[in-house]
């Protein structure tokens, strides 16, 4: 079989290399070659990939690129590339680099800086979850890490509340929780989800279900090991009531005696429209005047 076209590892490129998610045996062939053949490799955790260079009989020098040092060490990636006379490959602790870490700025860095990037595919956590999490794969989104805390989190999920495609997240373990609490009270309780737990390592575990049911499940059993949770996508968004037919549907519900709470999480969920939006509606509606 001939050679691949970049048998070699070119100076002045980036290789770009996938590593397994935690079996071993999911190293390519080619990223073994790669990681030969480069003069240097740009490790997020350097005792991390030692050990997978070790187990693969790698002597390649390291160095150390994360989230803590990544400014300072993008100018010395770029200085060695620029110099057209060294290659380097750059990883993460698992997975392909750039997905939701600090590789994306050394490799925005280096295509702004004319310097060829080269992928070498390897295992990712997002595609090997969605494709065996049951749900519709044909569309999905990926949205890494929900923002920590205050506006910008309540704004991405009431975001990705009415996104109809089937959404990735990542989440820690002693995040869970709290990520499964603001989803059943953003998307619904009943949304299916699938929640994958250490991938392709000895523990690995799917679970199945709905947000609720998710949320349960892990207030018994203690988190353990890093999550990728596929959700999937809101129903079709029905057509957009106008001010006064959602008022008039919100009196019928007020009159039924619906609380404004509940008559608002339903019309937030049959219309698409922000909760929040609605009950602020309701707060005008007089329920004494209201007749049976």
């Not at 057209?84 to 050394?106: F, K």
């Not at 044909?138 to 910008?152: I, M």
Request: hydrophobic fraction near 40%; proline fraction near 7%.
């Amino acid at each position: 079989m001939p050679s691949a076209p970049d048998a070699d590892p070119k100076p002045g490129h980036l290789y770009v290399v996938g590593t397994p998610l935690g079996n071993l045996e999911d190293m390519t062939f080619r990223a073994v070659r790669l990681l030969q053949s480069v003069d240097l490799i740009a490790a997020e955790d350097t005792r991390h990939t030692g050990k997978l260079l070790q187990h693969f009989q790698i002597a390649t020098p390291q160095i150390s690129y994360h989230e803590h040092n990544r400014h300072s060490r993008i100018g010395e990636v770029l200085h060695h590339l620029q110099a057209r006379q060294h290659s380097v490959a750059l990883v993460s602790d698992a997975g392909m680099p750039g997905i939701s870490d600090p590789g994306y700025e050394l490799i925005v860095a280096c295509i702004e800086a004319e310097i060829p990037v080269v992928p070498i595919p390897g295992p990712t956590a997002a595609i090997t979850a969605l494709c065996v999490a049951g749900l519709p794969s044909d569309r999905f989104v990926f949205e890494g890490f929900l923002p920590l805390k205050g506006k910008e989190r309540t704004a991405r999920l009431e975001a990705i509340a009415r996104e109809e495609r089937t959404l990735v997240l990542y989440e820690a373990p002693h995040k869970l929780l709290k990520t499964l609490e603001d989803l059943v009270a953003t998307l619904g309780d009943d949304r299916p989800v699938t929640l994958g737990r250490e991938l392709t390592k000895r523990f690995e575990e799917f679970w199945r279900g709905t947000l609720s049911d998710a949320l349960a499940h892990y207030h018994r059993e203690a988190p353990k090991g890093e999550f990728t949770v596929v959700i999937q996508g809101a129903p079709q968004a029905a057509p957009a009531l106008s001010p006064d037919a959602l008022r008039a549907e919100l009196e019928q519900l007020l009159r039924q005696g619906v609380s404004r709470a509940d008559a608002s999480r339903q019309l937030a969920k049959a219309t698409g429209q922000p909760k929040k939006a609605i009950y602020q509606l309701s707060l005008g509606i007089d329920t004494e005047g209201l007749s049976n």
